[in-house]
């Protein structure tokens, strides 16, 4: 069964630094899809970053980086030159190859701090 | 470009009174709709899905129901509320196409029930 793990419930990052946000999964299809999310205090979801499971490189989209470690399971969500805005909840999700569904970490509150 | 529309925004409800939210998406034919839920300072709980008009599929037994009347309609519903039912519902978009994964969310509907 699918599984997405988020360990660090919140994270506090110097404005201007890079910060690594950990996600780990668990599945057996060897297709599938891997995001990230954010989540301000507004509500709304924003999709930041895709990872499909047989791309080679990381995915990266301006100041976000995905860090994706197959072997290990791991899709880390790396932000360079933090900003004050980046100040959110952030979700790691995935979902396999051949389903509509998607399942959810728990998320990572981040703090960017002046 | 396709908008998702959400509402009302925000509802407070007394126990045992129903409900009905509203999600519709403008822009795309044929998208794969879903409802989540979002209790406080938690995760996204996958409540229904549906890939196609009146082609509801259920994954948390509830005393919630979904319809899809329409291509780009979807509704959440109860007969009657529990207090466990509050909480942050989103709605979200997938194009059909299995080449697609990336998923988008409205602007979520705010739920307390007294």
């Known amino acids: 069964a699918q599984k997405i793990t988020q360990t660090q419930p919140g994270m506090f990052v110097q404005e201007k630094e890079a910060v690594t946000l950990d996600c780990t999964y668990d599945?057996?299809?060897?297709?599938?899809?891997l995001f990230w999310y954010k989540q301000p205090s507004s509500g709304e979801m924003i999709f930041l970053i895709y990872q499909g499971s047989y791309d080679q490189q990381n995915a990266t989209e301006g100041r976000y980086s995905l860090n994706f470690q197959k072997a290990r399971k791991s899709a880390n969500l790396v932000i360079s030159a933090s900003q004050l805005g980046d100040s959110a909840m952030y979700f790691c999700?995935?979902?396999?190859?051949?389903?509509?569904?998607?399942?959810f970490g728990t998320g990572t509150r981040l703090k960017v701090l002046a | 470009s396709q908008t998702i529309h959400q509402w009302p925004a925000t509802l407070v409800q007394p126990v045992g009174s129903p409900l009905s939210l509203e999600c519709t998406v403008e822009?795309?034919?044929?998208?794969?709709l879903y409802w989540y839920r979002q209790a406080a300072g938690r995760g996204l709980q996958l409540l229904f899905y549906s890939v196609g008009i009146g082609q509801i599929s259920s994954e948390v037994p509830q005393n919630l129901s979904a319809s899809r009347p329409q291509d780009r309609q979807f509704i959440l519903s109860s007969k009657k509320l529990l207090l466990s039912d509050s909480g942050f519902y989103l709605c979200?978009?997938?194009?059909?196409?299995?080449?697609?994964?990336?998923?988008?969310f409205g602007p979520g509907t705010r739920l307390t029930v007294t």
């Open positions: 599945t057996s299809d060897p297709s599938y899809g």
């Open positions: 999700a995935m979902t396999e190859a051949g389903t509509y569904k998607y399942i």
């Open positions: 979200a978009w997938r194009p059909r196409a299995f080449s697609s994964y990336e998923q988008y």
């Open positions: 822009g795309t034919s044929n998208p794969n």
